[in-house]
């Protein structure tokens, strides 16, 4: 790590703490959600957190027995819109994806949502975090990345100035202790491909000093890359993204990543990609031979019971006249 760095994250250390002590002030009244994270983040082991996109994959996490889910922005743009991580889809599409989410799951079970570069200027970035806040969200990742945005280990990606990054994680933040929501603020930099990895550690060391509650590089392109990360702003967890089928990081075990020093561990595509992959072999099967085969199909017991007809029922039994 750059000398640069290492007098960056020393300075840092009071401001962080100050920041902490303003905003413990009103935990009490923190969200169930955001207790939960708050807490997974503390402990020893490593959070797995596959992605969600819709309500439906969100309760399939839960019910396979994961701590914490993820909303991702490029699987939504993917499944509600056909359309690619772009800066495409809005903030009021993603938000409402988010209250179908956590809606679908239960009232302890945290959610991550993808909240992009807060769709504008740090008053949107407000309006965003408050408003994830309100459809149940526990954390929420903010970027520096410029509009439009790209998916981080696509091509094209550029990232504002440190004012405007720092100054969107500081308003990430005061929105967090204005709205006495609790949830968690990820600072997300995509610095290491659009500048380098001094720039990229600088900006995590910068963002944890304006309060973020847990930092991301996102692409980093090494194991010892990710080492060098870890090593800043020591105490603010760490968040790791395993990309499916071919992204710039390594992909790690649970157990490599948290000697690392890493606290959670996000699947971004896992379910998406494997839908697609599933639909479209189930409509050459249709096509081909007129009906899809067996072995790839749950019963018909077994789907009504992931959409929630047994509760449904026993529900229903209770208000019988």
């Known amino acids: 790590m750059s000398a640069r760095v290492c007098g960056h994250v020393r300075a840092t250390h009071h401001h962080r703490r100050h920041r902490a002590r303003c905003h413990a002030s009103g935990a009490s009244s923190a969200s169930p959600q955001s207790h939960v994270l708050r807490d997974l983040l503390q402990s020893p082991k490593i959070i797995q957190a596959p992605c969600a996109h819709d309500a439906l994959s969100a309760r399939l996490i839960e019910r396979a027995g994961f701590d914490a889910a993820f909303m991702s922005g490029f699987c939504v743009s993917a499944s509600r819109l056909a359309l690619p991580d772009t800066g495409l889809i809005s903030y009021g599409e993603m938000v409402d994806v988010g209250r179908t989410c956590n809606d679908a799951t239960s009232a ?15 008053m949107n970035v407000k309006r965003t975090v408050k408003g994830y806040a309100k459809a149940g969200f526990a954390g929420v990742l903010i970027e520096d990345q410029v509009a439009p945005k790209a998916c981080g280990h696509t091509k094209n990606r550029r990232v504002v100035s440190r004012e405007e990054a720092t100054t969107r994680v500081r308003a990430a933040c005061d929105a967090r202790d204005e709205s006495g929501s609790g949830i968690v603020v990820f600072a997300r930099s995509d610095s290491r491909s659009a500048v380098d990895l001094d720039e990229a550690l600088w900006r995590a060391a910068a963002f944890a000093d304006q309060g973020a509650d847990a930092l991301f590089i996102d692409a980093l392109r090494s194991k010892e890359e990710m080492r060098a990360f870890c090593k800043v702003a020591p105490g603010v967890p760490k968040m790791a993204n395993m990309l499916e089928g071919g992204g710039s990081t390594p992909i790690c075990t649970p157990e490599e990543l948290q ?3 890493f606290s959670i561990v996000a699947y971004p595509l896992s379910l998406l990609a494997v839908s697609v992959k599933a639909m479209e072999r189930a409509l050459r099967e249709i096509k081909d031979e007129g009906y899809p085969s067996d072995d790839t199909l749950p019963t018909f017991v077994d789907l009504q019971s992931s959409v929630g007809f047994p509760e449904y029922y026993d529900d229903d039994e209770r208000y019988k006249a």
């Open 108 to 122: 302890s079970f945290p959610i991550i949502g993808d909240g992009d570069d807060g769709y504008g200027n740090a």
């Open 259 to 261: 000697d690392m020093g």
